[in-house]
């Protein structure tokens, strides 16, 4: 017989408390590259990322830079004109890294683990693929192929199609509303057109360099000075334009005949890195649908049953951030899914959240800060994005001061003014036949073609 837990023996939670951010080295170099170095010493590894901004130049052309973009961050790796593919790697390898390179819609990243002693030359290898990368025609079809392959099949998928839509709906004519390019215009890049795009935006003079690691500041912002002396060019890397804020009254409804469940997203726009709203946000998502014991989860997991995982975000990108919100339901139950998501909106913005709700999601987000930037590669990638976004890395540390003290009225302020669902644009994917009337009930509908229907 098993005896029963006394709850009583369970020590009180301490209260939750910052976590330290170890001190960055900051540096300018003459090309414009922003150099980040936070030592930390114990594990002789070191995390690099190189953030270039990568943005198309303007709304009319992002459908083709996205794609050249999307081919090119494979490409980039080819070979240059000191080695070929297979020496890259092997040189890389040789100080226990391998070099990812990927894209989005604001940047190009470039990313590797080293050993220590390794840093100089892992940066002479980085310093070829900048300035010196060939993109022989034959291989850049290949990677070409593949990536339109790979893009056809993500395409199809509903998660992605409810991605695509709500951004589109969003974003209008701005880069963002392409998540992923057409794979006919993948098809059609080729490797002048790399070499030209690579020449024209891959610049130092907007990005930024963060290192991670066993290092001594002052040598390692010497080291890569030194390696990537012969990185320079005309102008500067191109930031992200402004986006807009829109937002479509009725819902949108992306057939896909068959589906046997819906995929329901809601997205608006939310306050950016910058705005003193930030914290007061992040706890508002939180405690509606950003984890396991949020409000959302509750009803429509716990109680009706509707789905598995729904949840909700603040998401941040270089021009605008963004409180989004994703379930995937049954197709019987879109309707009602959605209307109890809506529910639980509003009751974000007209009531109160309690201490406890509020201590709870205060704990998660502190300790979900700590969690990530425990590593060198979490510290890197996080340090990264703050630098890259134009901010200090001890924003860290203010912003963990800023969601210490969030009281539970500005909670409720910040809910009402960015969770509120008017303010928030919808799109379902699922069988249009079985769920527009369920739909109509609740707002207007916009029926439009997506995906194959597969029934899955």
């Known amino acids: ?56 130049p303007n709304a009319h052309l992002a459908a083709v830079h996205t794609a050249r973009a999307s081919v090119l961050s494979g490409a980039v790796l080819l070979g240059t004109e000191q080695h070929d593919q297979t020496g890259v790697a092997e040189l890389l390898q040789s100080h226990g890294a391998e070099m990812s390179v990927t894209t989005d819609p604001d940047r190009l990243l470039f990313g590797t683990t080293l050993l220590a002693e390794g840093l100089a030359p892992v940066l002479g290898v980085l310093a070829e693929l900048l300035t010196a990368a060939t993109y022989p025609a034959d291989r850049v079809e290949g990677e070409r192929d593949r990536v339109a392959e790979r893009i056809a099949i993500a395409r199809s998928q509903p998660g992605i199609i409810a991605r695509t839509a709500l951004a589109a709906r969003r974003y209008g004519s701005h880069p963002y509303a392409v998540q992923l390019p057409d794979p006919e215009l993948v098809l059609d890049v080729r490797a002048p057109a790399l070499r030209r795009m690579h020449r024209e935006h891959v610049l130092p003079a907007g990005s930024s360099l963060v290192l991670v690691g066993d290092l001594d500041p002052k040598a390692a912002t010497a080291a890569v000075a030194e390696a990537l002396a012969g990185w320079v060019g005309a102008g500067t890397a191109q930031e992200t334009p402004p986006a807009p804020v829109l937002r479509a009254p009725e819902i949108e409804l992306v057939d896909r005949p068959g589906a046997v469940q819906s995929n329901v997203r809601l997205g608006g726009p939310a ?16 405690i509606f649908g950003g984890y396991f014991s949020s409000r959302l989860v509750e009803n429509i997991r716990e109680r009706r049953g509707y789905t598995y995982s729904p949840r909700s975000a603040v998401d941040h990108q270089a021009a605008g951030s963004s409180f989004l919100v994703e379930a995937d339901v049954a197709t019987e139950v879109t309707g009602p899914a959605l209307l109890e998501t809506w529910y639980e909106l509003g009751r974000m913005a007209l009531t109160s959240v309690t201490e ?36 200090p890395p001890d924003w860290l540390t203010d912003h963990q001061r800023a969601l210490a003290g969030v009281t539970a009225e500005e909670v409720q302020e910040a809910a009402r003014r960015y969770l509120a669902p008017a303010g928030l644009t919808a799109v379902v994917v699922g069988d249009a036949a079985r769920v527009a009337d369920q739909l109509r009930t609740l707002a207007p509908v916009e029926v439009t073609g997506g995906g194959d229907g597969d029934g899955a």
């Not at 306050?271 to 939180?286: N, Y």
């Not at 890197?380 to 901010?391: D, E, F, K």
């Open 1 to 56: 017989m098993s005896a029963e837990l006394d709850l009583a023996l369970i020590p009180p939670l301490g209260e939750a408390r910052a976590h330290p951010v170890p001190p960055a080295h900051e540096t300018h170099l003459p090309s414009g590259l922003h150099v980040v170095v936070v030592p930390r010493p114990g594990v002789p590894l070191v995390e690099l990322r190189l953030r270039i901004p990568f943005s198309a």
């Open 271 to 286: 306050p950016r890195r910058t705005d003193p709203d930030l914290a007061a946000t992040r706890l508002a998502s939180m």
């Open 356 to 391: 406890a709700e509020l201590d709870g999601a205060r704990r998660y987000i502190l300790g979900s800060m700590a969690l990530s930037t425990a590593t060198h590669a979490g510290l890197a990638s996080t340090l990264s994005a703050l630098v890259g976004a134009g901010l």
